[in-house]
């Protein structure tokens, strides 16, 4: 069985999905990124699998991806988008479960009283909360530091951190490598980032243009 730590490389995808949305990404068509998010879970469940993980870590693990996403999107996805996800959130359609906002907390504070606590969920909790992941936390900043401080415990025999100028933990691999240099783009990612750019070019030459008409009134 294979015991390297796994969850930051196959968080990879999720962590720039949630990245994209909290930085104000619109997808073009909501049902078909409804569709990449349920295959992020899925490919990780497999990929899980395939590794030796026992049935626990795969369903804490996953239970805490979906919620994640589902907190992200409803969050960020606005009017025909955001009822796209409302109406099957991640948590109801792989575990028919509501409220993961709540039941997450109460698995990490279930986890961080656990003596022998697993490594690999610690990881799991503590990548979520770091990619933006609060449920109830939002209502109790302490509560959120207190998880965080006994979770980054857990999992210091699998990796150091390295805390980034926004504050936030990245865990670095035995070759002191950051997880967001792990990162591989895809080529929705790809699609992305041209879009960012296109946007950005709009907006400068219509300011450009303006300014252009505005001189030329002038003279």
């Known amino acids: 069985m294979n015991h390297n730590p796994l969850i930051r490389s196959e968080l990879r995808d999720t962590a720039l999905t949630v990245s994209a949305l909290s930085a104000g990404f619109s997808p073009e068509h909501a ?12 490919n990780l469940r497999k990929n ?8 626990e870590e795969i369903e804490e693990i996953s239970y805490a991806q979906c919620a994640l996403l589902d907190e992200v999107a409803l969050q960020n996805l606005q009017g025909s ?8 959130p991640m948590q109801v359609h792989f575990f028919q479960s509501y ?16 003596g022998s606590a697993n490594s690999l969920i610690a990881e799991a909790y503590l990548s979520v909360i770091n990619l933006g992941f609060k449920g109830r936390y939002i209502l109790d900043e302490m509560a959120l530091q ?12 699998l990796s150091s951190n390295a805390v980034t100028q926004d504050g936030q933990i990245f865990y670095v691999d035995r070759k002191s490598m950051l997880l967001k240099s792990l990162f591989t783009i895809s080529p929705i990612w790809v699609f ?25 009134q002038a003279l």
């Open 48 to 55: 899980l699998a395939s590794s030796g993980r026992s049935a």
């Open 146 to 157: 207190n998880s965080q401080n006994s979770l980054k415990k857990m999992v210091s025999g």
């Open 192 to 216: 992305i980032c041209c879009s960012v750019i296109a946007v950005v070019a709009y907006f400068a030459f219509g300011y450009y243009l303006d300014t252009l008409a505005e001189q030329t």
């Open 99 to 114: 409220n993961a906002g709540d039941v997450l907390c109460d698995k990490i504070e279930k986890l961080c009283k656990t």
């Open 81 to 88: 988008d955001r009822e796209v996800w409302e109406m099957n």
């Open 31 to 42: 049902s078909t990124w409804y569709e990449y998010c349920k295959t992020l879970v899925e």
